[in-house]
């Protein structure tokens, strides 16, 4: 017969097997700590890859965009039973062919803009002379005001000449013309595999992420993005081509030349909410400042231009996009600012795009999936 073990050893054991009152609060407390800073090195983390591999990315970010506005027609296409490929590939034709129409329309007027460049700045001299003199007169206080204050020192080292900027060759048009293509048909072959693969593609892939709750539910959010942010750059994109068409025919008549330039203008950088009306302000203003002797006439290009933008912003779009995606002006202009820093124009371009999805996908992960 085995002996039954002593009644020391048994509590021993007990209590090395019994977990610890404070073990499970001690856990929590360690997981809190270090939550943040592991979240900070992963936000840094992310930046860096961002900003390092922006020559990648940013195709396929353009790529993203594109699809998710098209979406929408090619899912209903579906319903008619055309096939996904088909209609995808004949709505990036379509886009190809009205964005190298585009190009095609206002490329000779923006070069011939670009040509006189220095003419027009010799203008805008000799019409800003009144105002120039003022300035000059407060430019020699200031000066006068710190000579007197580094009196004593040394003298200033005379400035160096700048180096006279080399003109462009043909073959860096080329080369430039040649890269811009190549961009382009990645964004629309990246776009085409993305429409024609369906929402289909996008379940495989969330189901890579466990189990098949999380992998629902994370469709759920991806479908809520697609919709919401293709319905509303689509919207959006309807808006600014009216808008464009109709400042197109406001400048022609108010005489303005190449009017067709600067309704491209004004429907492109109205995308840019905020920075681009303003941009598009100015640089009508300085063309009718060149353009016109009189200064009734540049003021009344101005107020045009500015009763056209307050009825877009202020009454069209609020009544077909609605309010449902508002965005804080201080939110906007910091992703405006760190799309730039991270990758440039594009950058900005997909600024806004990001922080809808990002609004969109906030307000869908609250929302059980169906």
């Known amino acids: 017969m085995t002996q039954a073990p002593a009644p020391t050893i048994v509590a021993v054991r007990s209590l090395q097997a019994a977990p610890r009152v404070g073990e ?220 464009g068409t109709v400042m197109a025919t406001a400048m022609w008549l108010l005489g303005m030349p190449n009017p067709a330039l600067w309704g491209v203008v004004a429907g492109v950088l109205n995308f840019v909410p905020y920075l681009g009306p303003v941009i598009t302000l100015a640089i009508v203003s300085v063309v009718a400042l060149v353009t016109f002797t009189s200064s009734a006439h540049v003021a009344l290009v101005v107020l045009c231009f500015l009763a056209l933008a307050s009825v877009e912003g202020h009454i069209v779009e609020p009544v077909f996009l609605g309010r449902r995606l508002d965005l804080s002006p201080i939110m906007v202009l910091f992703a405006l600012w760190t799309g730039g820093w991270l990758w440039g124009v594009a950058g900005m371009v997909l600024a806004l795009p990001v922080l809808v999805a990002t609004k969109v996908a906030v307000r869908a992960a609250r929302t059980p999936a169906p």
């Open 24 to 243: 499970p609060a001690e856990a929590d407390a360690r997981s809190r700590r270090w939550a943040r800073p592991l979240w900070i090195i992963a936000l840094c983390c992310l930046v860096a890859a961002l900003r390092l591999g922006r020559e990648a990315l940013i195709p396929l970010a353009l790529a993203l965009l594109v699809a998710f506005v098209l979406s929408g027609a090619v899912e209903g296409l579906r319903r008619l039973h055309v096939p996904r490929a088909l209609s995808a590939a004949v709505l990036l034709v379509l886009l190809a062919a009205a964005l190298g129409g585009t190009v095609d329309l206002i490329a000779a007027p923006a070069q011939q803009w670009m040509q006189n460049a220095p003419k027009l700045l010799r203008t805008i001299e000799r019409r800003a002379r009144p105002a120039q003199s003022v300035l000059r007169q407060v430019d020699d206080i200031a000066r006068r005001a710190e000579l007197l204050a580094t009196a004593g020192t040394s003298a200033d080292a005379p400035a160096s000449s700048p180096a006279s900027p080399a003109g462009l060759t043909p073959l860096d048009i080329f080369l430039a013309t040649g890269w811009a293509a190549v961009g382009v048909l990645t964004v629309m072959a990246f776009a085409f595999l993305m429409l024609a693969a369906g929402p289909s593609a996008l379940a495989r892939m969330s189901c890579a992420l466990g189990w098949n709750g999380r992998a629902t539910q994370a469709l759920h959010v991806i479908d809520a993005i697609r919709r919401d942010v293709g319905r509303y750059y689509g919207t959006l994109l309807l808006i600014n081509l009216g808008y």
